[in-house]
């Protein structure tokens, strides 16, 4: 496998195993909660990467490896495929890691050509394969970031004095600190 390939599998894979034990440790409840006004709790970020492995990832991958001149626009909204953040976690985080496996057995079939592979994509104009993976791997930590970040608030209300270490990830800090 291709070195950048595997620099951007050596991400992919371990995004399912994070998400399973946070949802088999992690209250339903503290996964749930989010964290301010307009932000997402952690289960809304799973919900997302979710969506996304089937409904951008997988169909954008076998676009790239058919050759197809375009990529395949996606509309969270209107996936259909949308998982309920109400619904249980754990199993989520299961559908995540199944989906996961699947991308994961395509990914092995690409080669050092196809990372020059260039496709239309409808809102950012001509985008390589190498381009796409290396935001598939970007958003994975992205969106984990996000939940943790998510997870973490209440721990960060609840530490005095050390709250202003935690600045930059207080998402209910008060103004002026």
Known sequence: MNEFVESVR???VTTPDRWLVLAESV????LRRVPADGQWSAVECLAHLYDTELGAFRVRLESFLAGRKHLAAFDPEAAGMRPDP??????LARRLSEARRDNLAALERVTDA???RIAEHAELGPVTMREWLAEWAGHDLNHTIQAERALMQPFIAACGPWRSTFADHDANRPHGT
């Open 10 to 12: 050596q991400i992919l």
């Open 27 to 30: 209250d339903a409840d503290a």
């Open 86 to 91: 109400a619904g249980d976690p754990r199993e």
């Open 114 to 116: 196809d990372l020059d």
